[in-house]
Structure formats: C-alpha cells, structure tokens
C-alpha cells in the first residue's frame, strides 16, 4: 500500500511539472520572431499608421487634441516647480562704511560679479560645499569680524613687518568664514589684495615644479601664473595706475621699461608660465615700494606652508615647504624677511586636513596648546621658528551668538535650502546639538536635512 501511494505521488508530481513546463514555454517564446507574430503585425502596421498621420493632421480638435499629442511643452511650465525660488534678495550688500556695532548678528551678501574677490580667487572647499546650496554668496558679521576689520584699518597706516597675523580657533569656529570677510573688507576699501583660499594645493604635489639653479629652488611656474591672472583680474585699476620704477629684463620676454604700468608686468607672466614665479616676485617687491595702495596678503590654510611637502625631489625625498617657490615667496612675507610699505599678512589656520598639521614652532609662536604631549628635547626647525617669527594671533571664538546662528538659520531657510519644516524647535534643537559651533551647526543641522 505504502509503494503505490508513493508511486501514485510521484506520478501526479510529474504531471504537474510537465503542465508547468507547457504553461512556461509560451512565455519563453515571447518577443521570437514567429512567422505568425510577424504576419500579423505587418498587417496591422498600415492601420497605426495612418491613424497616427490623421491625428497630426487634424491637430485643432478630435482624437489628436483629446489626447494632448500636440501641447505646447511652454505650457508645462507653470507649475511652482518650474519657477525661479525667491532668494534672499534684501540681503545688504557687503560694504565697510556699513560695519558697525549694531551690524554685528547681519547677514551680508558678498560681491559676486567676475571681477570679485571670490570669484577670481575661489573660497576654500569647506565654504564652497555650503554656497552651492544658495542662491548668493554670504556671512554673518560677527563681533570678532568687526575686531579684525578695526586691526586692518590700523595696518593701512604702518608696514606689515608690523602687522602679521593668523586667525586662530577651534575647528570649525569659523576662521575661513572671517578670513574671507577680510578680503571682501580691503577689496571694496581701496586695498590691493592677494589672497590664497587652499594653500594645501600648493603643496599637495597637483602641479608642475622645476627646478632653479638661481634661486634654488623648486619653481611652481603654473601656480604663479594662476596668481597672477588672479591678482591681476581683482586689482586691474590699481595695478594699472602704479608704474615699476626700473627696467626689469627677461631673457625671452624682453625687457619692461621703468614707467610702464605694474599691469603690464603681471600679463608677463600669465601669458608665459615659464617666467611667471619671476615676474610675481618683482611684482610684489614693487607693491612693497609703494605707498599708494595698502596691499592685503592673506592665505588659508597658513600652516599648510610650513609643512613638508607632497613633492619629492631627483633622490626620492619630501621636500620642505620652504624649499618650493610659492610657499617660501609666502612665508617671507609672513616672517617679515619682507614686506609692504602699507598692509597686512594675515593667515587662517585649518584643521581638516590631518596630514598638514600645526608644526610644533607655529604653534609655540602664536601660543598654542599643542594637540599632542611635546617632549621638551623635541627638536624645532630654526627655519621654521625663524619663519613663525613675530606673528600675533586673533582667536576666533568657537561658537556663535543665538543671533548669529538665527540670521544663518534664516537665510538658508529663505533660499528654501532647508527640507524640513522650518520651526523654532529645529533651530534651537540644532543649535544646542552642535553647540553653536559654526561648521556643525551648517553640517550637522541645515545640510543634514538633504538627508531626510
């Protein structure tokens, strides 16, 4: 009994299988070219056709307008998502006869036409991340920006042997942000300014460098001649109003007679890369000269230049910051070996990159504490020590105001950058999340909502 119940099941589960396997074959068979399937779809060709050029042609009404084949797509866009979103438009421009006490917790918008400061030079990474969200380029005035403007304003009278500074804080208190309120500051107030956003990129090893037997040194000609075209591009109608006081000569380009205009010099070298780190040189020592224009130095990432570099030299090794081109035309400026007879230098220090870190002379010059245990028998770099020299550091507080972070809020709610609802409790949630820490407070708080 047991084997023909078992053979009795085994057959139903083979006739099972082969209804399966007819029901599949069909399906298997889809889309083949079957003579029959042919046949009829050649026959049925005509009839679409000819339906289809009816329809075009009686566009004015019938089965062809019902349908909607002919709408015009213009007409697809007035739908709100379509439309331009408001922006901040009542956004004050950025200019330095409006700062005063009462604008500190304001947002300004920054000049953004192609001869700005921000467009000619870029920002760095981290402030770029968060403009792109937004319709126009911005920032808080903050008590402390208010205080570094006050000290520029005092550097415009005196040499900058005797105003060297770096922006210091905790990360993500801000320190771009001011560095970049400062540039805007002296290139809407008469100054000539030269400012490097990303100084990691000078020595990260992404550009061209040679050699020089002169100067002994190792020329960035490319990076020299994007600083000119840039200095060049923001400062063309002071440039072009200061003469060079002797003949300068090169050996391809000629020679630029005394009188010509600084301007002419500085096309020098953006048309020939090769003679560029020259030209660029000459160019400030002649801005030094001057007593014309306050001149403006200012470069992020400060302590970037201090580092050894990503580049190696003909035996394989790390060669040293000071040891390129760029980073020591740089560092004697901010060591005072020279200077402008009117100006500033003024550096930001940044944290974000670890591989570029605070070397231990710079942080002892602006009195900082260490972020490892230092022995006492640690060796210094006197080139460093003689580098870090003289510089004074203006502390950035290391969270906002509740105003400052509602006017941030506010705005980016008002470029409608912001997916979430906007309410009093996200802000003050965020804001005590991030503790006011300014990168926080856009990372964590108002980007994170991109997320969600």
Known sequence: MNVLSVANSSA???LAASHAIALLAPARQFGTSSPALAKAAAKKAPASQGKKSARFKNSGSGEGKKRGALTPLSGKFDHPLFKD???PSNLPAFHPETFTPDSVGKAVGFPADKSSAINAFGVPKGI?????????????IRGVSLETFDT????????SANSRFVLTG???SGKSHVLLQAVNYC???NWIVLYVPRAIEWMNSSSAYVYDTDTKTFLQPNIASDVLRQLATVNASSLQSLVIDSDVSFDKAGTITAGSNIDQLAHLGIKDASIAPKVLRILLEELGKQTKYPVLLAI?????LYCTSKYRDPQFNYIKGFNLSMPRLMLEYAGGMKSFARGAVLGALSTADTTFRIPLP?????????DRPVSAYEKRSADLALYSKGLRPIPIPERLEVNEAASLFEVWNENKALHTVSTDQFFLSTYSQTSGNPRQFVLRGLLSTLAS
């Open 152 to 159: 520029l304003d005092k550097a415009a009278t005196q040499s």
């Open 170 to 172: 905790k990360s993500g």
């Open 187 to 189: 290139a809407t107030n």
């Open 128 to 140: 770029a991340k968060e403009l792109v969200h937004l319709e126009r380029p911005f920032s808080i």
């Open 85 to 87: 979103r408001p922006g």
């Open 362 to 370: 710079l942080t002892e010059a602006l009195q900082l504490t260490p």
């Open 12 to 14: 139903r589960r083979r």
């Open 300 to 304: 992020d990432d400060v302590q970037a």
